[in-house]
């Protein structure tokens, strides 16, 4: 199966070249665990190789997402200025609207759901982010919802997009994690802390990813100002 670059040389490695194709892969984590770097990794690499990128961000501003790109050492200004990357701007949507709501300016309350987004899918978009899919999650039954994740994963393969849905670990948990069985793969990224060193560590691990050898392993990890590292598992990183 072809793959598309992570972004992350460990990743990759751990994915057998990356995510898959045209799927979907799904990131969860609680706040703060990384899942908006691991989502810019993907973007970056994939600018810098030539694709058509979107990211569909329902929790920040296109700015507050280039300076986050830019503390982490992966530039997206440049890809976003030319157009190369677009950043669909769902948060300030959503602000406007719930802040017009409370006022009593506007009676209606914001209505995009799933299905919606496909919309937004521009023309050769080859890589595509939705920052964050719990948005929507929230608003639907879990049966809908169950529907909707799988259509979304047939439009998304039938537009040709390899897509990366982020979702935070509180609407995951809400709707009893239905995600997991639509998409292709799925990540799980936690911060928690080691008790032999005494230490608050981040982690990552690969819960699936259909068609593709993964050892069910968990794999510390640490976000520095040049992105994110993987630590080497077992006895590599003992070989040191
Ligand atoms: N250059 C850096 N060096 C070290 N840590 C950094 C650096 N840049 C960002 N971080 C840390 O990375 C953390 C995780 O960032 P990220 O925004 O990807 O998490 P997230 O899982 O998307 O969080 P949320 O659920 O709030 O959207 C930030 O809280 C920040 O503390
Ligand atoms: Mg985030």
């Known amino acids: 199966m072809e793959r598309v670059s992570t972004g992350i040389e460990e990743l990759d490695r751990k994915l057998n070249g990356g995510y898959p194709i045209n799927k979907v892969t799904l990131i ?5 665990s990384g899942k908006t770097i691991f989502g810019i990794h993907f973007i970056h690499k994939n600018c810098l190789e030539g694709r058509k990128c979107l990211i569909i961000a329902t929790e920040e501003t296109p ?4 300076y986050q790109a830019r503390l982490v050492g992966h530039d997206l200004t440049p890809y976003y200025e030319s157009g190369q990357l677009v ?3 769902i948060f300030e949507n959503r602000s406007e609207i719930i802040e017009q709501t409370r006022y009593g300016f506007k009676s209606e309350t914001l209505d995009i759901e799933i299905p ?7 023309e050769g978009t080859a890589c595509l982010v939705v920052d964050n899919i719990g948005t929507f999650a929230l608003r639907v039954s879990t049966k809908k919802l169950r529907d909707q994740f799988d259509g979304l ?3 998304v393969r039938k537009k040709g997009c390899t897509a990366l849905l982020i979702m935070d670990e509180s609407a995951h948990d809400m709707t009893h994690q239905l995600a997991e069985y639509s998409v292709y793969g799925s990540i799980r990224l936690l911060v928690k802390e080691n008790s032999y ?6 982690y990552m691990y690969i819960l699936k990813m259909r068609s593709t050898p993964i050892s069910p392993e968990m ?3 640490d976000i520095t100002s040049e992105g994110i590292k993987i630590h080497e598992s077992g006895g590599e990183s003992l070989a040191e």
Do not use: C, P, Q, W
């Not at 700015?63 to 280039?66: Q, Y």
């Open 219 to 221: 794999s510390v990890f």
């Open 153 to 155: 994963n047939y439009l």
């Open 116 to 122: 919606d987004l496909v919309k937004l899918i521009h």
């Open 28 to 32: 969860t984590g609680m706040a703060g």
């Open 63 to 66: 700015e507050d997402i280039l």
């Open 197 to 202: 060193l005494g230490k608050m560590e981040r």
């Open 87 to 89: 950043i669909e701007d």
